[in-house]
């Protein structure tokens, strides 16, 4: 009896070491600050949430030059390989059937630096929201065949639906799928 109650005191004593010690490393102010520094919410590029997003006659989302070029840097700072080319509008990439498929491969193998991208230039609202519609996401995603057409239209139409089955309304919806699109069409 009394080597079991030795034992677990042991154990307990070894589990609340281990929960003191990394604790304890942030009694150092400056350990803590670069830890709270790594997890803030940077202001994002586009702030989705109040509507900073703008969209042309076609409901295309419109970038700037400068704001391109943003995204693409984060995608850089997140080790994702991005084309040096940028086509200047939409059309280029929204109606080739090939690239529906590669687009919906990009994401299943880039789920979560996707997500992070969404939040640096969205916003962490729509970052969450993304997140929480990748579940329903990834199985249209994989149905996805060379043949599709609508090219991103389709990756779009898919990103809508997994937003509206999560409970996004649907204004919403559409706007953070056309934002996500346009995020996409950089990245690929």
Known sequence: MKKISFLASVLVAASLAMVVTPLAAFADSSVRDSY???FT???PLIDFDNGNLKFDSHDNPVFSNEQINEIKEIAKAQG???PSQTPSKFSVKIATTKIALKAAKWILSHRAQLTNE???V???K???RFG???KYIEGPLRKVTAAENGGLATIQKIIYNGLRVSGVSAPIAQSLAAGIRGIISFLI
């Open 126 to 128: 729509a970052a969450v």
């Open 36 to 38: 709270q520094n790594q």
């Open 41 to 43: 919410d940077d202001s």
């Open 118 to 120: 969404v939040g640096h």
């Open 80 to 82: 994702i390989d991005v």
């Open 122 to 124: 969205l916003g962490r």
């Open 132 to 134: 929480a519609a990748l």
